[in-house]
């Protein structure tokens, strides 16, 4: 993507020489320094948040997959584009997409990984939509149902309890 622009946080950031370690390290695959947003720590959780109002598309890290940072990029409105991996902390990513019904942001491979990423950017309308879409999303999915996990998790400890009791050890 010829105007495309690479957001990079990471506490590490605030030192100049790892900017400039990764800066060469880009350099020396064809992407130029201004092309990169090389962000370090910030200490207030509005910067923090605020700064997905510069992001479009999050790319999900690999081969460990983000989570944190997963939700908080789908509930400021930035869709997450993932490769599913092949152990849990590959994996979590699409499990998250999955459960707001975003399975077709989950890649298969690499390819396809670059390939979604660059298919999304080169659709404005439907990263708009899906941009709106995402908060609704997430506050209608059994992420950010507590009732219902509780719900479970209760149901979980009684039939733990009632084995117990029952002298079922295993």
């Given at each position: 993507m010829p105007n495309a622009r690479l957001v990079l946080k990471n506490s590490s950031l605030v030192d100049a020489g790892?900017?400039?370690r990764y800066r060469d390290l880009f350099a020396s695959h064809g992407v130029v320094a201004d092309r990169l947003d090389l962000?370090?720590?910030l200490p207030e959780r509005g910067g923090h948040?605020?700064?997905y109002n510069r992001i479009d598309i999050a790319l999900d890290t690999f081969p460990y997959n983000g989570t944190t940072t997963t939700?908080?990029?789908l509930w400021m409105g930035v869709p997450v584009v993932t490769w599913r991996g092949d152990r849990h902390a590959g994996r979590v990513g699409a499990s998250l997409l999955a459960a707001i019904g975003l399975d077709d942001l989950v890649a298969p491979s690499l390819e396809a990984y670059v390939a979604l990423?660059?298919?999304l950017a080169r659709e404005p309308a439907r990263l708009a939509a899906l941009s709106r879409s995402l908060r609704e999303r997430l506050e209608a999915s059994p992420l950010l149902d507590a009732r219902s996990l509780a719900r479970a998790l209760e149901a979980a400890y009684r039939e733990m309890w009632q084995r117990w009791c029952r002298g079922e050890r295993t």
């Open positions: 790892t900017q400039a962000v370090g720590y948040l605020a700064l939700c908080e990029a990423a660059r298919d």
